[in-house]
Every structure is written in C-alpha cells, then in structure tokens.
C-alpha cells in the first residue's frame, strides 16, 4: 500500500501523520515514512540544488525535471523495494505536489508534467492519497509562526502562486476521486489526527 500526503505549505501533514503512523505501528502494522524531494542521499542532493533559496534563476521546466529525477531516484531505492516486502509506505509529497507546483502554480500544464511523471516512475501512482487542504494565508502564518522549520525557495513565493496551489491540488482531488480522501486541516490537530488514523485503517482493512 503506497499512501502519499500532500498540502500546501504549513498544512501541518508531516506533524499529523507521527502520532497516527506510531499508533498503527504499535497495532502491528509495518510502515515506512520517507519524504520528497529527498529520501535517499542522491534524491536528497537535488533537493538541496531545488530548494536553495539562492537559486532564485532555477528555469521552471528544470525544476520539474529535478523533481522527477529525485521522485525516480528515490522510488528505485527506497520506495519500490519496500513496497515489494510488503511494507506500508507513508511519503510525503509525491506526483500530485508537481501536479500542483509544477503543473498549475508555475503554468507548465498538467499534461507535460504528467507525462515527464510517467516516464520517471514508469506509471506509479499512490494507491490512497490525503489531502491536507487549508487556506495558503492561513498555512503561510502557521509556518511563520512555528520558528523550528527551514523557509525554502517556493515558500517565498507569493500568496496568489499557493493559492494557485490549493486550487490544482482540489482539481485534481475531483480528476482522481478513487484515491484522494480532503482532509479540513484548519481543525485541531487532535481533529485532524483522528480522521487521518481512521481513514488509512479503513483502507487497510478494506485490503485485507
Ligand atoms: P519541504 O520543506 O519538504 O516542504 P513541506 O514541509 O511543505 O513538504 O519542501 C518541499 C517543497 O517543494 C514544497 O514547497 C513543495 C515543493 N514541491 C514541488 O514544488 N514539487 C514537487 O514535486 C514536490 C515533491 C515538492
């Protein structure tokens, strides 16, 4: 089972998802987390190239084209060989955060970011995909608010570009209905969990 979590900026996904994944880890259930851009040394070496804030002249198509080769990279080393020991893996941001950046906010279209997608996964799409989904004001303050995390080069980017963001990402949550499941991420935390924790066991026991 291929779960991917996905949002905007400060959609609070990664710190929602800790406490459930450890709770079902508790249960038995064997689950890897990993991330993107990154995950493996290689993947994570272009994820510095991509989010260096001093690389303000990176060309939107060669952005798309780093993340589809991190995504590959690490799907080769990290995400396939799970998959194949039966392991549940949980990653945050996957094809549908290109979908979105790459495809909606930066005007590159949907179809050629699917199609250099398709290339480098060799067609993998996630079998269940949430969607943290919040107003980018609204997330952009929760970031700025939360001092610990690192701004990186696209949470500079302004506030009609996340907006943008969140519009694609509603798109495509209508486009692939079977797998996406919006999550209300302006409630509570605790809220928030609790609707996470009982959406992938759904899932889960549903396959079982
Ligand atoms: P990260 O610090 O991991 O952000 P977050 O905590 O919000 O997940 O940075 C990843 C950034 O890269 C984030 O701004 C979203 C962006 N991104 C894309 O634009 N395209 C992609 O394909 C992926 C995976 C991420």
Redesign the pocket.
Known sequence: MFITIEGV?GSG??SSTNDVVNRLRKEGYDIITT???GGTPIAEKIRDI??DVNNTNLDPRAEALL?AAS?RQHLIEKVWPALKQGKIVIC???ID??LA??GGARNLGIENITNINMFATENTWPDLTLLFDIDPELGLDRIRKNQGR?V?R??LEKIEFHKKVRETFLNLAKKYHDRYVIIDASKSQKEVEEEVYNIIKERLNGIK
């Open positions: 900026e996904k990664s991330r993107e851009p991509i989010l993340y995504r945050d941001r996957f955060s290109s950046y790459q690192e990186n696209l949470d």
